[in-house]
């Protein structure tokens, strides 16, 4: 039930983009998307609804396809602040109950 | 509102006594979750609550551990007898109960048991 991420980690320079996926076995309800730096909490980046709803951060983008159940997230023109632990948390029924999957580390260098 | 606060931010027991953590979640939020992260992993869904109401455990919820949310606001989760296996970061989720809307997490509180 938990979703798959990939990559695992990624490395950047300031300006690159990358695109970090989510991929889940069961039919998805929505697809939650979290950023945690080390020693803090998970914060809040995007939620992606089934009928291709969409809330979230203005500077990170995500798509959603319904069919696939997968979902990517895009950094686009990285910063330094970018750099962190993405989770993607997926949601089967609409219960709010996420499963998170295990993280891609992502590191932005200047 | 400054957001969800758990407290303490740091708990080292020793194997088999009893721990208990609490949760504030934002004021009018009435759904609130608990989490357990384990380095390198992401959060695993442990239980939640709309208002008072348990709605839901988690098979990984065994029975050492309770929570609670009397009144349907603060809530606390305690761990009893607890094992070097518990060690972990508790993480404390709140919620409204609408569709697309967003969850908010604390900080945390880190179990080391020892």
């Known amino acids: 039930q938990q979703p798959v991420q990939s990559p695992q980690a990624v490395i950047l320079r300031e300006g690159e983009d990358a695109v970090i996926n989510c991929s889940s076995s069961?039919?998805?309800?929505?697809v939650h998307w979290y950023r945690q730096k080390h020693g803090e909490a998970p914060v809040f980046l995007m939620i992606?609804?089934?009928?291709?709803e969409q809330k979230g951060h203005e500077k990170i983008s995500a798509s959603f396809n319904e069919k696939k159940q997968q979902s990517s997230l895009y950094l686009t023109a990285s910063q330094l602040s970018y750099s962190g632990t993405y989770f993607c948390?997926?949601?089967?029924?609409?219960?709010?109950?996420?499963?998170f999957g295990a993280g891609t580390t992502v590191t932005v260098r200047a | 509102d400054t957001g969800v606060s758990q407290d303490p931010r740091h708990k080292i027991t020793k194997r088999g006594q009893n721990v208990t953590f609490r949760c504030d979640p934002i004021?009018?939020?009435?759904?609130l979750y608990w989490y357990r992260q384990t380095l390198g992993q992401g959060p695993e869904f442990l239980t939640y609550f709309q208002n008072e109401a348990q709605l839901e455990k988690s098979r990984l919820l065994s029975d050492r551990f309770s929570a609670e949310r009397p009144k349907g606001s603060f809530s606390t989760l305690e761990i009893q007898r607890t094992e070097q296996g518990d060690s972990a970061m508790y993480l404390c989720?709140?919620?409204?109960?609408?569709?697309?809307?967003?969850?908010?997490f604390g900080q945390g509180t880190r179990l080391t048991v020892v």
């Open positions: 992606l609804l089934k009928g291709g």
């Open positions: 069961k039919a998805l309800y929505s």
């Open positions: 948390g997926t949601e089967i029924s609409n219960d709010y109950k996420l499963s």
């Open positions: 989720a709140s919620s409204f109960s609408t569709d697309g809307t967003e969850a908010f």
């Open positions: 004021s009018e939020h009435n759904r």
